[in-house]
């Protein structure tokens, strides 16, 4: 069997492996035996293989790895909807109860209950949401 086929299969299995453990590296040394293969179909011999192979994914887990890893890595999921509100303050347009109330977030007004069942917050306070539940914000009394 050509040493070039070996390399092939021995491509294909890291590759493979790549898709199960999903760790960049098993994929790098998939493209090494890859680059290597390509060696091997134009004749080079079985020493100057291995050491390509070893070349190649060497600087493909000490360069390209950490670069890959920099881009997977993503940053913090945004809150998008009704869930970037948490946490956002509003102004109570309407005393808020434990029942009932209205408020501004963010522009928009907004049916709104106290976070504390017993707490009422009179209109011109500053509240926090703290969770939204609906098309009602749950608040609480800034201090």
Known sequence: MDEWIIWVILAIVL?????????????????????????????????LQLLLFAVTSTAGLLVLKPIAMRYIKHPPLQRFGVEALVGKPAYVVAEVTGRDGRVRIGGEE??????????????????????????TALVYPRE
């Open 15 to 47: 590759g493979v492996a790549e898709i199960f453990t999903l760790t960049a590296s098993l994929g790098l040394l998939g493209v090494a035996a890859l680059l290597t293969a390509a060696g091997a179909a134009v004749g080079l011999p079985v020493p």
């Open 110 to 135: 907004w049916s709104a209950r106290a976070y504390d069942e017993t707490l009422v917050i009179p209109a011109g306070a500053t509240v926090d949401v703290i969770e939204i539940e609906g098309a």
